[in-house]
Each structure stands twice: as structure tokens, then as C-alpha cells.
């Protein structure tokens, strides 16, 4: 291991060392508890920042996350039992929905939006294409009760849970007693979510010199810099701000994106800057997927943003590309596709 | 500054001395043993007057018919003061209970107090901004107990459903979920009610007492702000109708009854 990743990883194992510390101190029950699991640390690609979310007080042991995994592919968290969170967000996709514009919910409904990418979710602030959601910890209560995902009640799904001597098993293994509540629920899916860490890619391998560009990626690397990064920031490929990127509003969906959030006019179709890691495996693309292969993202950026009054100021004269520059662009971000992590058993169901 | 030094030393004085202070004050609202004495704050939901009947059909100030099949609101950092001595007893403001006047256990709050003279109550009507931004919680701030926003994070801080024939929705229902905690869509308020004349919390070391108040639901369409149902039948997010009807709800209590036992 690097020198930054390590001194990164003691940096968190301290955090949460601390947290440790202090819950021992405050919840002696819970404290015993922790000394009998078994710590996980949460390793920071190199180059990475810290991440926004710290695990203060949630600390990582391999019993939370066991059930977090397997909270997250239980489709008792759904009301008809077939849609676990794994539905919308698999694996072989970097936990994006494979091939799917708008996820599919409950009853033959089609959600709103594309279903995101699931990794470095530790390093988000917010959640959502409309960021509506302030704290990674109670993301999942927003897909369980929509009426076009889950369609859960909390209630119901907890008495689901209760109701099953393995799971009480493994609640009592994570935290120490059986009792079955939402936010211990909710601390082991953050747990699962959080340590799905993607900096493997050719592109982080390069950036470390254990690999190199060819020169089509590094043309394509060189065009990105220049074009793309100020929103899609490296390292993590978004600066996780709401833009409008020029999309024409579907006039079925009516999806005004922040808007809806913030009840500001000038949040108007802005969504988040999603991130390029992984692109490759998360098409079809934008927040509703209308968008089939990266080449008609990039048309779109070229040729097809729609002005509106908050439309991006960055794009108000589009993002003029010709198409050897769309074919190096391409090149270039197929770099991000990280299979280390696409391929990763920790994160895969357990058969 | 003749005397920076001594100024900057002072400073740090008062500051750790404010610190300690703090830190005892916690301390005693913890445990407050010596002399405790038993409080109960009981609410109860009015209408016209008279104890709400769920399902009954009232009408507001603008004669439109309405009835209540849910009645809810969040409320922490109490409050027990004496205003003569300023003697202040302050509740942890992380305590934050749900009151539910349908349900005789969640329709009041038992407080272990130290037993002295009190002749006032605060309380902020609504969940802190904290924690509608620190993730997963449990207790009464459970995103299991219906007072929660999936979608956009916040709580639900007083909630109030029914069903009104002049609400133009589905089933005529009405549904006013209160919430939002950020600048201006910040629905906390501050409640401080005084007694009825002559009427003072006089608690004796294990003795009890209780201060009955009333929650009037008619002010919810109706103090500040006129809320015609017939215009607004809903209130689902943060923003400016949900403001105005905290400004009216936060006129709907009043201290009716003050026992010593």
C-alpha cells in the first residue's frame, strides 16, 4: 500500500477508533459489542480526498456490513417482495440499472429518473439526481417507500425482518441484541453502500505509473481536461453540484430536477453532475437515460443543449466537437471502467 | 488597548469559566436528583372550544366543513422558568418528544424536574435543524413513526389530516404536513405560555404536578394568516404556505389548568 492510502486509511481507522471510544464510554453495551466484531477500515484511493461521510457514528465492522449486503439484496424490503435494492442497482452495471432508462417499480411503474451508478458514495454530501436527500444514512427510506419502487411502509418492512430468526441472528451478531429498528437497518445498508469504493481503473492506474495511456486515450485524457473536468472533477469525475446541461424537459415526466428540492426558480432542471467513473457499464445516461451510447452524449453537448434561463453558463456556446475529438473522448473514458470493483465478491450476492 | 494582555487572560477566564458552567448545568439536567420532583405536561387537542372528537365535522372561520382523523407535532426544549427569580430549568434539547393527542400515552410528557416554583413554559413547536440532518435516528425521531420526508430529508414536525367536501383531491382528503428547517423555510417556532392568574408550578421535593394545555386546531386556518381549505387542501413540502400555517398553529396553545398534587 501507498504511502497516502495508508496514512488516508489510519486517518479513518483513527476517526473511528475515536467514535469507538466515545460510544464505549457513553453506551458501555454497545461498546462491548464493538469489541467483539471485527473492525473493517475503509480504504482512500490515492489522490482521493477524505470522504464527506466518516462512519463517526457508525462504526465499520464486518457484522453490520454482512447485513447490510444482505439487507440490500432482500426483496422483503419491497412490498411484493421483487424489488430489492440490487433491482435498480447491479453489479455487473457499477450498480447502475443494465440497459434501463428509467427503473422499473412496484406494479408495472416506471420511476422518473435513470437509475445512478452505486460507488464512492461516501464522498457525496447529498443524494439524488435532485440531491433531496441530506444524509447517505436514510437514502434507502426514499426508494422503499416510493410508491413506483418499493413501495414499502418502514413499519412493514421492520416487522418483515423481526419476523425472520436469521436476521435476528445477525442483528444480534452486528449490534449486540435482537432488536430490529429502522436505524440499525439503515447503519448497515450505509455500511455496504459506502465501502463500494471504485479507484481501480486503467485511468487511476496510470495516475499511479503502473500503467500508460496510449495515444488515443491520452489525446482523448488531454480533450476531457480541457472541455469536461471543471464540472466532471477529477478525481472523482463530478463536483457534485446541480447543473442545467441544456436537456430538453420530457413533457411527460416534468422533472424540473433541484426545483422540486429547493422550490427555487433557479434550480430549474438541474440535476447532479454525475460521475464518468465506470461510464462505460451505466448507459443508457442523464437523469431520465434518454441518452442510449456515450456518442449521442456528446452530440448532445456539440450540437443539441437547449437554452433555457438556467442553463449552465458553461454551455452557453456548447461544447464544439468534432468527431475525431469525440471518438479520443471516448477512448479516453473507457479508461474509467474499474473491473476490480464490477467484479468485486465482496460486494455480490451471496448464493 | 492599555491592557491587552489582561483582556485576552480575562477573556479566556470567562470563557472556560461559561464552559464549566454549561458543563454543570448539563450535568444537573441529567440527574436532577436532589429534591426532584415529578412534572406532567399534558396536551390536548380543542376544537371550538371542546375536546377535538376524531372524524366529527367542525367548521372554520371561513364556514367550510372539515373533520380530523390525525393530529400530530413534534416539540423539544422545554423549558420551566420563574420569572420573578428568573430561575430557569431547561430540559435537554436533544429530547424531543412526539405528541399524539389520540393516544392517551403519547398525548403528554412526564419530566423529572427539580422541585422549586415555576410560572412559565417554553418549548420549541418542531424538530431541531440537527437532526434533520444527521442521518438515521431512532426513539421518537424513528422515521418509523410516519413524521418524515423520504424524498426531500426533513421531518414532519406537526401534521394535521382529515377530509373537508370543499378540498378538491381524492376522497376530499386534507393533509397539512408541516416541516422545513433551512432560512426562510424554517417552520421552528418558539412557544412561551404563561399561567392563569394566579396559578404557579409549586413542586415539593417527590411531589407532582401537572399543566394542562389546550392545542386549538381552529387556529390552524385561522390566526395570522387566513388558510382556506377550499385554496390550500394540501401542504406537502417545506415553502411558504407551510411557514404560514406554522405562524397560525404557533398561536394554538394556551395553559388552561395548572395542579399541584
Redo the contacts between chains.
Keep these: 500500500m501507498n504511502k497516502i492510502a495508508t496514512r488516508s486509511t489510519l486517518i479513518i481507522l483513527f476517526v473511528t477508533a475515536t467514535a469507538s471510544m466515545i460510544m464505549n464510554a457513553c453506551k458501555k453495551t454497545d461498546g462491548d459489542q464493538l469489541q467483539r466484531t471485527s473492525p473493517l477500515s475503509f480504504t482512500i484511493p490515492k489522490g482521493f480526498p477524505p470522504p464527506f461521510y466518516q462512519f463517526t457514528n457508525n462504526p465499520l465492522t464486518q457484522e453490520r456490513f454482512d447485513l447490510g449486503k444482505k439487507l440490500f439484496y432482500d426483496g422483503r424490503l419491497s412490498k411484493d417482495g421483487n424489488f430489492p435494492c440490487a433491482s435498480c442497482h447491479q453489479q455487473s452495471a457499477a450498480f447502475a440499472t443494465f440497459d434501463h432508462d428509467l427503473s422499473h417499480g412496484f406494479n408495472n411503474q416506471f420511476t422518473t429518473r435513470n437509475a445512478p451508478g452505486l460507488f464512492n458514495m461516501a464522498w457525496h454530501k447529498e443524494l439524488h439526481w435532485d440531491g433531496g436527500i441530506n444524509h447517505i444514512e436514510v437514502q434507502p427510506l426514499a426508494p422503499i417507500t416510493a410508491a413506483n419502487e418499493m413501495a414499502e411502509d418502514i413499519n412493514s418492512v421492520i416487522s418483515k425482518l423481526q419476523a425472520d430468526p436469521k436476521y435476528r441472528r445477525m442483528f444480534k451478531l452486528a449490534y449486540g441484541d435482537e432488536t430490529i429498528n429502522s436505524q440499525r437497518m439503515l447503519l448497515s445498508i450505509t455500511q455496504f453502500v459506502s465501502l463500494m469504493v471504485s479507484g481501480d481503473s486503467k485511468y487511476d492506474k496510470m495516475k499511479a505509473g503502473k500503467a500508460t495511456f496510449n495515444v488515443y486515450e491520452e489525446s482523448g485524457y488531454k480533450l476531457f481536461q480541457a472541455k469536461c473536468a471543471s464540472c466532471h472533477q477529477e478525481p472523482l469525475f463530478t463536483d457534485f453540484t446541480y447543473r442545467n446541461n441544456g436537456l430538453k424537459m420530457n413533457a411527460f415526466l416534468k422533472d424540473f430536477g433541484r426545483m422540486r428540492i429547493t422550490n427555487q426558480k433557479e434550480d430549474s432542471l438541474k440535476f447532479k453532475v454525475p460521475s464518468l467513473r465506470n461510464i462505460f457499464q451505466t448507459f443508457p445516461y442523464a437523469h431520465d437515460g434518454r441518452f442510449n451510447s456515450i456518442n449521442q452524449v456528446l452530440d448532445h453537448y456539440s450540437t443539441g443543449i437547449q437554452d433555457s434561463p438556467s442553463l449552465d453558463p458553461l454551455l452557453k456556446n456548447k461544447i464544439p466537437l468534432n468527431a475525431t475529438e469525440k471518438f479520443y473522448l471516448v477512448q479516453f473514458l473507457a479508461t474509467l471502467t474499474d473491473s476490480t470493483f464490477i467484479n468485486d465478491k465482496r460486494f455480490a450476492e451471496q448464493q | 488597548m492599555r491592557y491587552p494582555l489582561h483582556n485576552n487572560s480575562c477573556m479566556v477566564f470567562i470563557a472556560w469559566y461559561c464552559l464549566l458552567l454549561s458543563c454543570q448545568k448539563d450535568a444537573s439536567a441529567d440527574k436532577p436528583e436532589q429534591g426532584a420532583a415529578n412534572l406532567q405536561v399534558h396536551l390536548k387537542a380543542i376544537v371550538d372550544g371542546q375536546p377535538l372528537i376524531f372524524g366529527k365535522i367542525y367548521k372554520n372561520a371561513f364556514g367550510e366543513d372539515f373533520s380530523v382523523k390525525t393530529f400530530k407535532f413534534y416539540l423539544h426544549g422545554i423549558e420551566l422558568i420563574n420569572s420573578q427569580t428568573n430561575n430557569t430549568y431547561r430540559v435537554d434539547k436533544s429530547n424531543h418528544f412526539l405528541i399524539n393527542t389520540a393516544d392517551s400515552s403519547a398525548s403528554y410528557i412526564q419530566l423529572s424536574i427539580p422541585s422549586s416554583v415555576y410560572d412559565r413554559i417554553t418549548f420549541i413547536l418542531g424538530v431541531d435543524s440537527i437532526s ?7 426513539g421518537t425521531l ?3 413513526k410516519g413524521m ?1 420526508w ?5 421531518y414532519i414536525m406537526a401534521k394535521l389530516e382529515g377530509n373537508s367536501p370543499v378540498a378538491a383531491t381524492p376522497d376530499h382528503v386534507i393533509e397539512y404536513h408541516i416541516g422545513g428547517f433551512k432560512g426562510t ?1 424554517n417552520v421552528l417556532r418558539k412557544i412561551s405560555l404563561t399561567f392563569p392568574s394566579l396559578q404557579k408550578v409549586d413542586l415539593k421535593p417527590g411531589s407532582q404536578s401537572m399543566i394542562n394545555i389546550n392545542a386549538n386546531i381552529n387556529t390552524w386556518f385561522n390566526h395570522t394568516h387566513p388558510i382556506r381549505i377550499s385554496q390550500n387542501p394540501v401542504s406537502m ?3 411558504n404556505l407551510a411557514t404560514r400555517i406554522a405562524d397560525n398553529y404557533s398561536n394554538m396553545f394556551t395553559v388552561v389548568e395548572i395542579v399541584n398534587e
Design positions: 434533520n440532518v444527521s442521518g438515521a435516528q431512532t424513528d422515521p418509523a418524515f423520504t424524498w426531500s430529508t426533513g423555510e413540502n417545506p415553502g
